[in-house]
């Protein structure tokens, strides 16, 4: 079955990694094909009306959405060529511009979801004026209102097949592993490791109830390790019916009660993984929940983060 990613990019160095990232993650999946999607800038309805009215107006705006119609042609076509160079067939990759009609992160999510593509890849930084960095990049827009969609935030460039799963034991954990099964395929170079937090009572309660409840806790990691045990079972029967071999999986457990957002972090820092999988949602839809996915967006700089619903 055919698989559609659309890539959305911007003129910047950003941009570039992300494009080359999509082409090199899934160069052994089969039937791929890719949209370099740029959004132009925002011409305010204020001129638009006043243009209606005033000829000299009209003719400054018109000007204006040409010029930037020119420009991301440009954006778009650059970064085709550089796909083509990446070694992806050139029939295989669509360019598409528009102008901002609702706000950047917006229309990308708009275009993802009504196009139903099966992820949505851009560049951490880039895709929006510096005075909105106040406010939250475009890339952590994208991901919070992504309810539906698979998006990959892209930091630095690597090209490391190095990947972190991070998995908690949930159904929704065995859809991340099908997503990454589904967009990269059987690549030989692929190197997974699937990456568990023991639960804690402080991941649920606070700190104070922790402590003052500690058979409640042995309760919950003793029934963790048989559900762990029945997630790594079907997992690895899923990957090696994909292709993946033995060699090229791993399983790693974090024992201590670390933060989970925190023991994500450090062993995808430790590790130098290239890319960092998690749900949106896990065990009792809770587990892996947004605001921990929020906070890897933020905090994952030079791993690849994919967050799936």
């Known amino acids: 079955m055919g698989k559609k990613i659309l890539v959305a990019v911007d003129d910047s160095l950003y941009s570039k990694y992300a494009v080359k990232y999509a082409a090199r993650i899934s160069s052994a999946a089969k ?18 009306e006043r243009a209606e009215t005033d000829p000299e107006v009209k003719t400054e705006i018109n000007a204006l959405v040409r010029k930037n119609t020119e420009a991301a042609g440009r954006i778009v076509g650059k970064f085709k060529e550089l796909m083509v160079g990446e070694g992806v067939p050139e029939n295989r990759i669509e360019t598409v511009t528009q102008s901002a009609q609702v ?28 005075r909105d960095f106040f406010i939250g990049t475009i890339a952590s827009k994208v991901v919070e209102h992504a309810l539906e969609i698979p998006v990959w935030v892209v930091g630095e460039e690597t090209a ?10 949930s159904e ?31 991941h649920y309660y606070s700190v104070d109830f922790e402590k003052e409840h500690p058979d409640l806790e042995e309760i919950l990691q003793s ?27 791993k399983i790693k457990t974090a024992t201590r009660c670390y933060d989970i957002s925190t023991a994500i972090l450090g062993e995808a820092r430790t590790r130098q ?24 967006v933020q905090k994952v700089s030079d791993q690849a983060l994919w967050v799936i619903p």
């Open 31 to 48: 039937n791929v094909t890719f949209t370099l999607f740029n959004v132009q800038p925002y011409v305010p309805q204020i001129f638009i």
């Open 103 to 130: 706000g950047v992160a917006k229309d990308i999510l708009n275009r993802g979801e009504q196009g139903l593509y099966d992820a949505v890849v851009l560049a951490r930084r880039g895709l929006t004026p510096s």
């Open 160 to 169: 490391s097949m190095k990947i972190m799963l991070a998995v908690d034991g």
């Open 172 to 202: 929704n954990s065995l859809r991340v592993v099908d997503h990454l099964i589904h967009m990269i395929g059987p690549n030989p170079d692929l190197r997974l490791t699937l990456f568990h937090v023991v639960p804690c009572l402080k």
């Open 223 to 249: 029934e963790d390790k048989p559900r762990m045990e029945g997630f790594y079972e079907k997992a690895l029967e899923r990957l090696k019916t994909a292709g993946l071999k033995k060699s090229q999986i």
């Open 273 to 296: 993984y290239g890319t960092v999988m998690v749900g949106r949602r896990g065990e009792r839809e809770a587990f892996f929940t947004g605001r921990i996915a929020m906070r890897l």
